[in-house]
């Protein structure tokens, strides 16, 4: 049994990582300041005395005692990262120095959630742990992934100079139940679109790619790279099943069986053209690779989201 804090723990990755690691049987912290983090997906865990609550902003420092810290507080969609740029850059960089003093202090291991967004708009494909990157460093995106970029150098750094154990994971696109209805990602927009009969935004031509990889992978994923000893990353973790968006868009319409119709629209400024992960390193290293199929992960985020429609309206 470890204790565990979880920054970002009521958000969509953070609350199904608390779930796994109390079904494990850990201690779990729960730290968020409900920016897109919601109670209802840690409600089921309070009254549990395996489980904390604590709202808190990672931008102030915070004393707490634990021996693992799983740092995933950051907005993830670009809607909710471009809502306010500096507080994105102050979460990832005053929240991610906060939280490895904190690592510091009591010698708990950390892990980042970084992300293939610091890979920008890739110019090597697939994107390896080795590619530096393609990123406009004064772009509608830089906030986040600049941020990301930095943050991985002060994991670095703490690792190097003060003797922090740490691990970088960077995560690509992750997909699942629990997604907010207004995320703006392209997955909980096709799907929340499709099941309201809406037109499914599609931007630009939609030749764009990703490679979407299922909830329970990931957590997988997030928990082989925190507990294998010795391992400091980065290593990516996401699923290397590439498709282009309109692919996407098309696959949402069949599995839902609407009669949603395709839309297209502006492709916002520096959008990845293309995007998929080289998963071996993970393979190697952690001994992880992703098992659910894509229709079958879809399958399963649209029932959670036809319930959720049904009790939220
Ligand atoms: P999310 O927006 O659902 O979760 C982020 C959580 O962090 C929310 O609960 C939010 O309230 C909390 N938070 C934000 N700023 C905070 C702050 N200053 N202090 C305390 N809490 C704060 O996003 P997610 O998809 O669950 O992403 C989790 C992490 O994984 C993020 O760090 C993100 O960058 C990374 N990531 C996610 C994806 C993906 O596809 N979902 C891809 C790459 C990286
Ligand atoms: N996208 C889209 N329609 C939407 C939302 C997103 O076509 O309603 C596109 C977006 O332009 C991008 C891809 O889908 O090319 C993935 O977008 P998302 O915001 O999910 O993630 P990211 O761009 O960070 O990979």
């Not at 709202?55 to 670009?78: F, K, M, N, Q, T």
């Not at 507080?87 to 293939?116: D, E, H, Y």
């Amino acid at each position: 049994m470890a204790r565990v804090i979880v920054t970002g723990g009521a958000g969509f990755i953070g609350s199904h990582l608390c779930d796994r690691l109390i079904a494990d049987g850990h201690d779990v912290l729960c730290l968020d300041n409900f920016y897109t983090g919601r109670k209802v997906n840690i409600a089921h865990h309070l009254g549990n005395s395996a489980f904390e609550l604590v709202r808190h902003d990672v931008i102030e420092p915070i004393l707490l005692e634990g021996d693992l810290v799983y740092h995933l507080a950051c907005p993830a969609s670009p809607v909710h990262y471009q809502f306010n740029p500096v507080k994105t850059i102050k979460t990832n960089v005053m929240g991610t120095i906060n939280m490895l003093g904190l690592c510091k202090r009591i010698k708990a291991k950390f892990l980042l959630a970084s992300t293939s967004e610091v890979y920008g708009d890739p110019l090597e494909h697939p994107q390896s742990e080795s590619y530096w990157g393609n990123v406009n460093p004064i772009g509608p995106r830089s906030c986040y992934d600049e941020g990301k970029r930095v943050a991985e150098t002060l994991v670095e750094s703490y690792r190097n100079e003060n003797g922090v154990d740490t691990t970088i994971v960077r995560i690509f696109n992750t997909y699942g139940p629990r997604m907010l209805f207004d995320d703006g990602r392209v997955v909980s927009n096709f799907i929340i679109q499709a099941l309201k009969g809406q037109d499914i935004t599609i931007y630009g031509d939609g030749s764009q790619t990703r490679s979407f990889c299922y909830i329970d992978d990931l957590v997988d994923g997030l928990i082989s790279a925190m507990d294998k000893e010795g391992f400091h990353g980065p290593v990516n973790l996401g699923n290397p099943t590439e498709m282009t968006i309109k692919s996407l868009a098309e696959l949402v319409i069949e599995l839902t069986g609407s009669r949603s119709k395709l839309v297209y629209r502006k492709l916002p400024e520096d959008d990845p053209a293309r995007r998929r992960p080289d998963i071996n390193l993970a393979k190697k290293e952690l001994g992880w690779q992703p098992g659910v199929e894509l229709k079958d992960g879809l399958m399963k985020t649209i029932n959670d989201f036809e319930e959720r429609l049904k009790q939220e309206g």
